[in-house]
């Protein structure tokens, strides 16, 4: 893994979004989902109500490992090991333990695997509402594909329709409509 750490900023939310792992800009920038795969996410996060700002705001923002995992033989971002995630894992549950959040985001299929190792196919999990625990607290998951550019997913069916219907539990989730409520500062 090649630092810097990359988190979001510290706030005391109902809601939680788990990433994969920061790519090469996010170090630099400071901050998740910082180029491409966020101006994607933020923009469906716009569509029900927030804007990114806002978002950033108001929502926790964590990762499955919080450096960058460095690049593959073959090109692109390497997928954190065993080892990596265990490490990492380790944060995610202090920190779900100190936020109890009511929803958690999971995007992308590392950050997915977390909380349903069984799960497959992003078909079987994204546009449903489910329950997940981690450090033993319980709460409201709905996940979300990756955002990445490189990713035909969220753009050709039936990723589109489910990303659809994802996104619009997520605007109808308690949690979500709280957010959007506060007023801003």
């Not at 990114?52 to 073959?74: I, L, N």
């Not at 994204?126 to 981690?134: D, E, H, V, Y």
């Amino acid at each position: 893994m090649i630092g810097p750490v990359v988190t979001g900023v510290p706030v005391m939310s109902p809601v939680m979004l788990i990433g994969q792992a920061p790519g090469t800009r996010e170090g630099p920038a400071g901050k998740p989902f910082a180029w491409t795969a966020g101006k994607t996410m933020f923009g469906w996060f716009n569509e029900i109500g927030l804007t990114e700002e806002q978002f950033r705001e108001r929502v926790y923002m964590a990762a499955v490992c919080r450096c960058f995992p460095g690049k593959a033989a073959g090109g692109g971002d390497r997928v954190p090991d065993a080892g990596e995630i265990e490490r990492c894992g380790k944060n995610m549950a202090t920190e779900v333990k100190i936020l109890k959040p009511q929803l958690v985001i999971p995007v992308g299929k590392l950050a997915i695997a977390q909380l349903y190792p069984d799960i497959e196919k992003l078909t079987e999990v994204i546009g449903q509402q489910r329950t997940g625990t981690l450090a033993g607290v319980t709460f409201d998951v709905i996940a979300l594909p990756h955002p990445s550019g490189a990713s035909t997913w969220h753009r050709t069916e039936p990723g589109k329709t489910l990303l659809a219907q994802a996104l619009a539990k997520i605007a109808a989730h308690p949690a979500w409509r709280a957010l959007r409520a506060i007023k801003a500062a």
